[in-house]
């Protein structure tokens, strides 16, 4: 079987895999399909098709039905897609190009939800005035990474910047709030949080039912000795089993995503680590 028609296989089990009766066959014999992608009161269709060379040389051709969006949301969607494809090409890219969509209805849903208007606004109003801006609370920046695919199973790597526990569980809520990410079959993580005041780290992991996967994925943040990183690896079980093989998968994820948020440091930056933690 030619290669392009053998990963195209594997891409669509696996697609079929993790999004159930929302993943159609709209023409067998021209590889068409369409996802339908609900989020609250905007939901959307992406139709793709996808030509012989792809991946290794051409994309997949889409059209996107979403009634409810405008020129303007549709124009950023196209971009975003295209960006995608360019920073992955010769990669599977269609479970990235649904999930963009759902990012992109999940910001729409909570720009157009109204507004509580409380009935003592107004008396509260002095209280609010006199609330320091301490309160507002920025949460860590996720970087999504892109997805291996083997036998229908999926992996996904996440990492963010983690200073202090509540940051990791605010991570791990906002992965969650993506329905797919929910309802993985695991969510394995680690996290490494450097103490100055104590001058050690705080690190713990999860496997999530995946066993010794959480306690492989804080053995790579220390040989690559991340300093405040949380990484996170999503696997869709596709029904066929890896062996060892999955481990392969998840350490990948985990660099790959570490790799492309800037998270690994320098190998020289990184004895210098090793030094001031062993000092």
Not at 33 to 61: M, R
Not at 194 to 203: A, I
Request: with cysteine; charged share 25%.
């Amino acid at each position: 079987m030619d290669d392009n028609l053998c990963r195209q296989v594997e891409e669509i089990e696996a697609l079929c895999s993790i999004y159930g009766t929302e993943w159609k066959t709209e023409d067998e014999v021209h590889h068409t399909y369409s996802i339908k992608i609900e989020e609250g009161i905007q939901s959307a269709v992406l139709y793709v098709t996808l030509p012989v060379d792809y991946p290794s040389t051409s994309p997949p051709e889409y059209q996107l039905s979403a009634p409810s969006l405008g020129a303007q949301e549709k124009t950023i969607i196209s971009s975003l897609l295209d960006q995608v494809y360019l920073e992955n090409i010769g990669e599977t890219v269609i479970f990235q190009w649904v999930e963009k969509v759902r990012e992109l209805l999940q910001h729409m849903q909570v720009l157009e939800a109204p507004e509580e208007k409380d009935e003592n606004e107004d008396e509260d109003n002095e209280m609010v005035s006199l609330c320091s801006t301490s309160h507002h609370v920025v949460r860590p920046t996720v970087t999504h990474g892109t997805i291996i695919t083997d036998r229908k199973s999926i992996f996904q790597g996440h990492a963010a910047i983690v200073t202090s526990a509540e940051e990791v569980s605010q991570v791990l809520e906002d992965l969650y709030e993506n329905k797919k990410i929910a309802h993985a079959t695991h969510n394995m993580y680690a996290y490494r949080i450097w103490k100055q005041d104590t001058k050690c780290f705080v690190q713990d992991c999860n496997d999530d039912g995946e066993t010794r996967a959480g306690s492989r994925l804080l053995h790579l943040l220390q040989i690559l000795n991340c300093q405040n990183v949380m990484v996170v690896v999503t696997r869709w079980y596709g029904g066929v089993h890896l062996g060892h093989d999955r481990f392969r998968h998840i350490s990948n994820a985990a660099r790959q995503v570490l790799d492309m948020a800037g998270l690994i440091q320098p190998c020289n930056q990184q004895k210098k680590s090793r030094k001031k933690e062993t000092s």
